[in-house]
């Protein structure tokens, strides 16, 4: 079963650190096999589904118009490969976030949305609910006095061995 993982790169301005929620839900736009079709998963780690016809689960489940069989994809942890966070020395490098296992379907491209990322700032400041207008955040750190920003923000996924 092929598993690929979301790597993301910004660029951070003044930004300590950003942290995936821990139970983020994760929106990702998946494609069938043949690439026909296409449509968006919503999926997180806590919410599990039991496949028709087997004792496995999975994240997200798919029935693509035509296809018999169900489609789907699982979360899952290579050991030492995905970080829950961006910190500032991550700035402008690709950093993995999230790994995936997939049949029938593969990611296309991640859906960044407020409430997936609590930043803090190198102030000491926590913004929450952050929210990326295309590939980009930026907001006032007061208790610090200077601006502070997310810049570049872009995903690839990677087929992971």
Known sequence: MPKFVLKVKATLENI???????????????????ASERCEAYFSRDEEMDLQESRGTAHFIKKWPMENKQSYLKIIDPKNLCKEEITAEDSEEWVALLAIECRGLEPVAWLPKPGDFTVTTTGGSVFQEVEFDDG??????AEADEPVSINELTSTFEVCR
């Not at 300590?16 to 043949?34: G, I």
């Not at 980009?136 to 750190?141: G, L, P, V």
């Open 136 to 141: 980009i955040w930026a907001e006032y750190d």
């Open 16 to 34: 300590a650190s950003m942290r995936v929620e821990p139970n983020n839900q994760w929106a990702v736009v998946v494609q069938n096999a043949d």
